[in-house]
């Protein structure tokens, strides 16, 4: 049976860990062949070794708020395997220096913008032009459930950077469906990678403040956000555009959660 993505190329931002290393794994197993853009330089030639070695797979050392740097990682996409069909503009950050607005000063905010904002705004501007030139393409960019929620326990930064996410992605969804080009936000609920896990190791009291919201009672796996990326990667897919792809396990829908 032929996999979802037999043919595809695909770039993943943060592909070295977390939801970004489930979805490389999965889009191969789908069947296409995937750059991986990460600063794991360690990680990132085991990940393409691990996927069958060059000829599905690539590593490219990113810095996602470099525009040049960007620019050529979705090159090499379609330099090594000869299009771009999928980005998943992924890679983000959660510092602890991130927190209250009362708190939080402007060096951590314009780093949080740089990498979770700018980075989205770089990538889509570089896998744009490939895609509009092949009249096909699908962009997802990983938001999060708190662009569309407020919180009592604030990343004042970084909800406001996943705020752009979500707004930017509706508009390139609408600009651009008529050119062939599906746009998507991913916006995922608390889930068990390790940027979650340094958050909250340090405050387990804080992790159960969150966790008591979560309807399902438990964080996501990485795996079941990869499901939902290759979902909207997909022609599966293939009539939603400019959405807000909530995978939360049901906390923006809640009023009271269950005991």
Known sequence: MAGR????????????????????????????RVVIGDIDDVRGPAVVAELGGDATAAYVHVDVTDKDQVDAL??????RFGSVDVAFNNAGISPPDDDSILTTELDAWRRVQEVNL???YLCCKAALPYMIEQKSGSIINTASF???????????SYSASKGG???????????????GVRVNALCPGPVNTPLLKELFAKDAERAARRLVHVP???????????????????????????????????ISAAYVTPV
Not at 74 to 79: G, I, Q, S
Not at 224 to 241: G, K, P, R
């Open 118 to 120: 700018t980075s989205v």
């Open 146 to 156: 708190v662009a569309v929620m407020g919180a009592a326990t604030s990343q004042i």
């Open 216 to 250: 399902m009672g438990r964080f996501a796996e990485p795996e079941e956000l990869a499901s939902a990326v290759l979902f909207l990667a997909s022609d599966d897919a293939s009539f939603i555009t400019a959405s807000t792809f909530l995978v939360d396990g049901g």
């Open 5 to 32: 993505l037999d043919g595809k190329v695909a770039v993943v931002t943060g592909g070295c860990s977390g939801i970004g290393l489930a979805t490389v794994r999965r889009f191969a197993s789908e069947g296409a």
């Open 74 to 79: 979705f090159a090499t996409a379609k330099d």
């Open 165 to 179: 996410v979500l707004s930017m992605t509706r508009e390139l969804g609408v600009q651009f469906a008529r050119e």
